[in-house]
């Protein structure tokens, strides 16, 4: 009998730290750097509490390094799996990553002065669209499209701002600022999407803990329970995931299908294990709109592809090693 070969386990390790790395930067950095705002609206200087949150600092900013790191290891992972065009684009989408990264690192990371020129941004998010939607038909997993229309409108509204920037057309600045006001809504659309077409695959028994989360802070927030969440809810939490045309009907009710949506991705994971990495991943990840020097955040719906694609691949050489060992 042939032994199975140890290494074929390894990456998916690779996967759940690069998602949980996702996890601890949303909550120790984007999320703790708006949370701070209150104490300031209460009169509160921030340097007065900073001692006291030292340590988040230093779980969101190693939790971003991690990022920065993996994504091109990843990248390059994919590179072994992919042939003609798909092997092209990632290339592309690898090396202008790569090179954004240095640049903005030689101009200093805190230079927020440095601004990519528009036509290599406009061309930068092409190659991630473009390698999105090549790795999702590897894939097979094509309800992960639901989930990434509200980046796809995001790339939307920086796209055709660019291009107002660049020739000053209206037309284009029209269709920026109409993208803009549209992702809160497609972000209830795709939320709702998604938890109607994985319903009966998911465990619901897994998703109910993140239901009742979601539907305790949303009456809490309806209610104004507790001072203060409602500021939480209704502009730290669209904020720190980059959703724009947010009215005030919409905070709670985002909340809540974001927590089910998460619930019943996480139920997917005995029975669909490459979805739910992609799909927990696209969750933890969103475009943000003034990290376009930073690429952690503009290649979210990339990598969440990409962890679906490797995790496929991954388990069908499994099989094949387990078949080949009896």
């Given at each position: 009998?042939?032994?199975?070969?140890?290494n074929s386990f390894n990456i998916s390790l690779f996967l759940s730290?690069?998602?949980?790395?996702?996890?601890?930067?949303?909550?120790?950095?984007?999320?703790?750097?708006?949370?701070?705002?209150?104490?300031?609206?209460?009169?509160?200087?921030?340097?007065?509490?900073?001692?006291?949150?030292?340590?988040?600092?230093l779980i969101g900013g190693a939790s971003y390094v991690i990022l920065?790191?993996?994504?091109?290891?990843?990248?390059?992972?994919?590179?072994?799996?992919?042939?003609?065009?798909?092997?092209?684009?990632?290339?592309?989408?690898?090396?202008?990553?790569?090179?954004?990264?240095?640049?903005?690192?030689?101009?200093?990371?805190?230079?927020?002065?440095?601004?990519?020129?528009?036509?290599?941004?406009l061309i930068y998010v092409g190659l991630i669209v473009a390698s999105?939607?090549?790795?999702?038909?590897?894939?097979?997993?094509?309800?992960?499209?639901?989930?990434?229309?509200?980046?796809?409108?995001?790339?939307?509204?920086?796209?055709?701002?660019?291009?107002?920037?660049?020739?000053?057309?209206?037309?284009?600045?029209?269709?920026?600022?109409?993208?803009?006001?549209?992702?809160?809504?497609?972000?209830?659309?795709?939320?709702?999407?998604?938890?109607?077409?994985?319903?009966?695959?998911?465990?619901?028994?897994?998703?109910?803990?993140?239901?009742?989360?979601?539907?305790?802070?949303?009456?809490?927030?309806?209610?104004?329970?507790?001072?203060?969440?409602?500021?939480?809810?209704?502009?730290?939490?669209?904020?720190?995931?980059?959703?724009?045309?947010?009215?005030?009907?919409?905070?709670?009710?985002?909340?809540?299908?974001?927590?089910?949506?998460?619930?019943?991705?996480?139920?997917?994971?005995?029975?669909?294990?490459?979805?739910?990495?992609?799909?927990?991943?696209?969750?933890?990840?969103?475009?943000?709109?003034?990290?376009?020097?930073?690429?952690?955040?503009?290649?979210?719906?990339?990598?969440?592809?990409?962890?679906?694609?490797?995790?496929?691949?991954?388990?069908?050489?499994?099989?094949?090693?387990?078949?080949?060992?009896?």
């Open positions: 009998m042939r032994e199975i070969n140890s730290i690069y998602v949980i790395a996702q996890f601890l930067e949303l909550f120790f950095n984007r999320e703790f750097l708006v949370s701070v705002l209150p104490f300031g609206l209460a009169g509160v200087s921030v340097t007065t509490v900073e001692p006291y949150l030292h340590f988040a600092y920065l790191i993996l994504q091109p290891l990843l990248l390059v992972y994919a590179l072994v799996y992919l042939r003609g065009w798909g092997r092209a684009l990632l290339t592309s989408v690898l090396a202008s990553t790569v090179g954004l990264d240095l640049v903005h690192i030689a101009v200093g990371i805190n230079n927020t002065s440095f601004n990519v020129p528009y036509a290599f941004s999105s939607i090549y790795l999702v038909e590897k894939s097979g997993r094509r309800s992960i499209y639901i989930l990434m229309i509200p980046d796809l409108v995001a790339f939307s509204f920086l796209s055709f701002d660019w291009l107002d920037q660049m020739v000053g057309s209206s037309i284009a600045g029209a269709i920026s600022g109409y993208s803009g006001f549209m992702i809160a809504y497609t972000v209830i659309f795709a939320g709702a999407s998604f938890v109607v077409m994985e319903s009966k695959k998911t465990s619901w028994k897994s998703a109910l803990p993140f239901i009742i989360i979601g539907a305790t802070v949303s009456i809490a927030t309806v209610l104004n329970v507790i001072p203060g969440w409602g500021f939480a809810i209704g502009v730290a939490f669209p904020y720190i995931f980059g959703i724009l045309g947010v009215t005030d009907w919409m905070p709670p009710v985002i909340f809540f299908l974001a927590f089910l949506a998460l619930g019943v991705a996480i139920g997917l994971r005995k029975r669909d294990y490459p979805l739910f990495l992609g799909s927990i991943s696209l969750m933890a990840g969103t475009v943000i709109f003034d990290s376009i020097p930073l690429t952690v955040y503009m290649l979210a719906p990339l990598m969440a592809s990409l962890l679906m694609t490797i995790s496929k691949k991954n388990a069908e050489k499994v099989d094949r090693e387990v078949q080949i060992s009896k």
